[in-house]
Nanobody
Framework: VQLQASGGGMVQAGGSLRLSCAASGATLSSYTVAWFRQAPGKEREFVAGRRRSDSFTRYADSVKGRFTFSRDFSRNTVYLQMNSLKPEDTAVYYC???????????????????WGQGTQVTVSS
């Protein structure tokens, strides 16, 4: 599966952005899909994701209440709505997909075999 992320940009603190991740080559409904981010000098960090079999989304504590993960399988696309952005949200954001991801692995980068190219989000104070 190929993943194409878009929607990043530069925004002031308190602003909003919506990231999109369009898939091709496979149907996203067959995969666990998530968003990770990586800030300069830091490790990749889980942001939000949903396993194929789950009815709910998991979020990192740092984004709960501000970010919303959604899926539109008719468009084979997932989204990350980001509100109340903070400077510490600045990072490259990646959409990822994986098969057979277990609950304990949803936040682990190595659980995912497919990564998009990333989109830069910069939040200024």
């Amino acid at each position: 599966v190929q993943l194409q992320a878009s929607g990043g940009g530069m925004v002031q603190a308190g602003g909003s952005l919506r990231l999109s991740c369009a898939a091709s080559g496979a149907t996203l409904s067959s995969y666990t899909v998530a968003w990770f981010r990586q800030a300069p000098g830091k490790e990749r960090e889980f942001v939000a994701g949903r396993r194929r079999s789950d009815s709910f989304t998991r979020y990192a504590d740092s984004v709960k209440g501000r970010f919303t993960f959604s899926r539109d399988f008719s468009r084979n696309t997932v989204y990350l709505q980001m509100n109340s952005l903070k400077p510490e949200d600045t990072a490259v954001y990646y959409c990822v997909a994986g098969s057979g991801v277990i609950v304990s692995g949803i936040g682990v980068p190595s659980s995912y075999g497919y990564w998009g190219q990333g989109t830069q989000v910069t939040v200024s104070s």
